[in-house]
């Protein structure tokens, strides 16, 4: 139990594109979702924190005109870059929680995006 | 802050070799513990958490203490083989904040 997957598992765009990734817990219903980046050979970065139905929470320093979050259902969050620009590239990692009194976040396998 | 530091690899070592990775951390509250395995081509999987002072959590072969009176959580397995040949991230998570903090994560290479 406790899967979730991404999609696409990667990407290749043209810079100024726009580009969306899926998020999706297969057996739960996850209350919260969260939104990493990892560059090579580096740990996660917290970008966001989404929550169903209400807006995403942002880290400091992450644009959040630039990176688009949507939590449509307590199943599916999505990650949209907008105006993909080579810096964007880098490895995309979604986690969720199952509920809110939870510690344990079970993550996805990750959507690499390569920026043109 | 809350910050987790724990030591640079990249680890290599023979199969049956014991491996330690070190952990230590800073809080602002009482944190949770958690040590997360990537493996190659994988998404990141929780390998095992303490969610106390002197908790044990173990998993796999792996072990590790939270120790509040060095604020650490040092991974360890007596007998490593090939298929632990991975990143391993230490994390913390503050009860009131479920903001996950990790380390920058270790490289294990286990040769045959």
């Known amino acids: 139990g406790a899967v979730v997957s991404q999609h696409p598992s990667w990407v290749i765009c043209k810079s100024g594109t726009s580009v969306k990734i899926e998020c999706r817990s297969l057996d739960f219903q996850a209350t919260t979702m969260f939104w990493y980046r990892q560059f090579p050979k580096q740990s996660l970065m917290l970008m966001a924190t989404?929550?169903?139905?209400?807006?995403?929470?942002?880290e400091q320093g992450v644009e959040k005109d630039k990176f688009l979050i949507n939590h449509a259902s307590l199943t599916l969050s999505t990650l949209t870059v907008t105006s993909a620009h080579p810096e964007d590239s880098s490895f995309y990692i979604c986690?969720?929680?199952?509920?809110?009194?939870?510690?344990?976040?079970?993550f996805g396998p990750g959507t690499r995006l390569t920026v043109l | 802050g809350n910050s987790v530091t724990q030591m640079e690899g990249p680890v290599t070592l023979s199969e049956e070799a014991f491996l330690t990775i070190n952990c230590t951390y800073t809080?602002?509250?009482?944190?949770?513990l958690f040590w997360y395995v990537q493996y190659p081509g994988e998404g990141l999987q929780l390998l095992l958490k303490a969610t106390k002072a002197d908790d044990k959590g173990s998993n796999k072969g792996f072990e590790a203490t939270y120790r509040k009176e060095t604020t650490s959580f040092h991974l360890e397995k007596g007998s490593v083989q090939v298929s632990d040949s991975a990143v391993y991230f230490c994390a913390l998570i503050i009860s009131n904040d479920y903001k996950l903090s990790f380390g920058a994560g270790t490289t294990v290479t286990v040769r045959a």
């Open positions: 989404s929550n169903e139905g209400s807006k995403a929470t942002y």
């Open positions: 809080a602002t509250g009482y944190p949770s």
């Open positions: 986690s969720a929680r199952v509920d809110r009194v939870s510690d344990t976040q079970y």
